[in-house]
């Protein structure tokens, strides 16, 4: 009987044991919990400092590229102006120059018919 109760009382100490290595498990759980929910609040912390920081440049990028647009606007407008001066230019030179050869044709064509 003494065999049994001894057996008893070891088993009665491994459970006791047990006990407080899943009272430690628990606590070590608990801890890791609480140091997710930490992480997880600067998670959420440096997201939404991120998403500002995101939405500003994407303020700063529309401004700059209405800017650049603006610029670009401007500079094709000065070229099309340029561009219509050079044409009523090239075609004064034109007309000049037929003017002058039509001129010259009919010069010709007088000189040699009145010999």
């Known amino acids: 009987m003494m065999d049994a ?3 008893f009382d070891y088993f009665e100490g491994r459970v006791e044991e047990q006990s407080r290595n899943w009272e430690r498990l628990f606590a070590d759980i608990g801890r890791v919990d ?3 929910d930490v992480l997880s609040a600067r998670i ?3 997201s939404d400092t991120l998403s500002a920081r995101i ?3 994407d303020h700063r990028m529309d401004a700059v590229g209405r800017n650049l647009d603006g610029k670009i606007h401007s500079v094709d407008q000065k070229l099309d102006r ?3 001066t050079l044409q009523q230019e090239i075609s004064k030179q034109f007309r000049w ?3 002058v050869m039509v001129t010259l044709t009919i010069g010709v064509i007088t000189a040699v018919l009145t010999r």
Do not use: A, K, N
């Open 5 to 7: 109760e001894s057996r």
């Open 44 to 46: 959420d912390t440096v």
């Open 55 to 57: 939405d500003r440049l």
């Open 82 to 84: 340029r561009f219509d």
């Open 34 to 36: 609480q140091r997710i």
């Open 97 to 99: 120059t037929i003017g």
